[in-house]
C-alpha cells in the first residue's frame, strides 16, 4: 500500500527569486534547483523541514522581467 501525502502546497507568485529568499529566512531550504520551462514560467520547490515529514512547497512565477498579472 502506497501513502499519498496530502501536505503539500503549490502557490503563483510575481516574484519568484524574492518568495524563495523570504522562505528560506525562515527555514526553508529549495529541493533542487529553479527551472525555467520555457517561456512561461520559473518552478521552485522548497522544503520546509518542521514537522514530520516537512511540507514540500512549489513556487510558480514568471520569467525574470515579467508579471504573472500580464502587466
Known amino acids: 500500500m502506497a501513502i499519498r501525502r496530502t501536505d ?4 503563483v507568485v510575481d516574484d519568484l527569486d524574492d518568495a524563495v529568499a523570504r522562505l ?4 526553508a531550504e529549495p529541493v533542487g ?6 517561456n512561461a514560467c520559473r518552478l ?3 522544503c520546509q523541514p518542521r514537522g514530520p ?3 514540500l512547497v512549489a513556487l510558480a512565477g514568471p ?6 498579472r500580464g502587466s
Not at 503539500?8 to 502557490?11: F, G, H, Q, S
Not at 520569467?63 to 504573472?68: D, H, I, K
Open 33 to 38: 534547483e529553479v527551472v525555467r520551462y520555457g
Open 63 to 68: 520569467p525574470a522581467g515579467r508579471s504573472v
Open 24 to 27: 528560506r529566512r525562515h527555514g
Open 8 to 11: 503539500d502546497v503549490a502557490v
Open 53 to 55: 515529514s516537512g511540507v
Open 44 to 46: 521552485c520547490r522548497l
